[in-house]
């Protein structure tokens, strides 16, 4: 007669919960998990009781914890190869895209990203609300006032109204940084145009500047769309 085992091999699957609340220990809590992985809270508990999480979760958890895919679903191998970081150490930091001067946010020519602390963002700068689709950097063609040929620019693309005086990313066409300041009715000053004489004829030029009526730079809304993309909000670290 043949003998029925008694010690059945554990199913790996089934030890999922030990696993995330490793990953929660790292990050501190439950929820800064579930705001790192953008996975709700509700369904990180679900997965804690013993609901079972779909691929489109365990690659997000894997990715956001520096975990490999395979620890995380079986419990087998490391998980995450020597000497790679957490995911908790970068959980502050939100890399963004850095595009090519000269072109159009349309090419999507990116070519890198540079990392920059969520603290500082929100409580240096003051920025709300921000992400990867409402920054972007650039690197400067050109010297400005705070800003060097070479120099990056963090560009905070929420700032597109002019209400302020700084130095703005316009898209001309192509993407170029150049400082505005504010003037009374519907004026601005455009600093940073090497042959404006022969860009608009006509147009009072001083030291490199254009008196430009602030509707031709935002547009109308309808036909004529903004050429404001965002308002340079860090230079190399200098606000």
């Known amino acids: 007669m043949t003998k029925v085992r008694r010690n059945q091999d554990k199913d790996p699957e ?23 992985s953008g996975i709700a809270i509700s369904t990180l508990q679900a997965y804690e009781a013993g609901s079972k999480p779909g691929l489109e979760a365990l690659v997000a958890l ?40 000269g072109t159009s946010l349309s090419l999507e020519m990116v070519v890198g990203q540079v990392a920059y602390s969520r603290h500082v963002l929100e409580n240096t700068l003051g920025l709300k609300g921000f992400g990867k689709e409402t920054l972007l950097v650039i690197e400067a063609r050109q010297n400005l006032h705070g800003i ?66 602030r509707s031709e730079l935002l547009g109308d809304g309808r036909f004529h769309t903004s050429k404001v993309i965002g308002r340079a909000v860090l230079v190399h670290g200098r606000i």
């Open 14 to 36: 089934s030890d999922f919960p030990s696993r995330l609340q490793e990953l929660m220990v790292e990050f501190g809590s439950r929820s800064a998990l579930s705001r790192s």
């Open 62 to 101: 894997a990715r956001t914890a520096n975990a490999t895919l395979d620890w995380l679903l079986t419990g087998r191998g490391e998980k995450r190869p020597t000497g790679m970081i957490t995911g908790a150490s970068l959980a502050n930091v939100i890399l963004v895209d850095q595009y090519q001067p």
């Open 148 to 213: 060097q040929r070479g120099d990056l620019v963090l560009v905070d693309r929420k700032q597109t109204s002019l209400i302020e005086d700084g130095t703005y990313l316009l898209n001309l066409p192509g993407l170029v940084l150049k400082e505005i300041s504010i003037l009374p009715g519907d004026w601005v000053l455009v600093t940073g145009f090497p042959n404006e004489s022969k860009l608009r004829r006509g147009t009072k030029v001083t030291q490199g500047s254009l008196k430009m009526r």
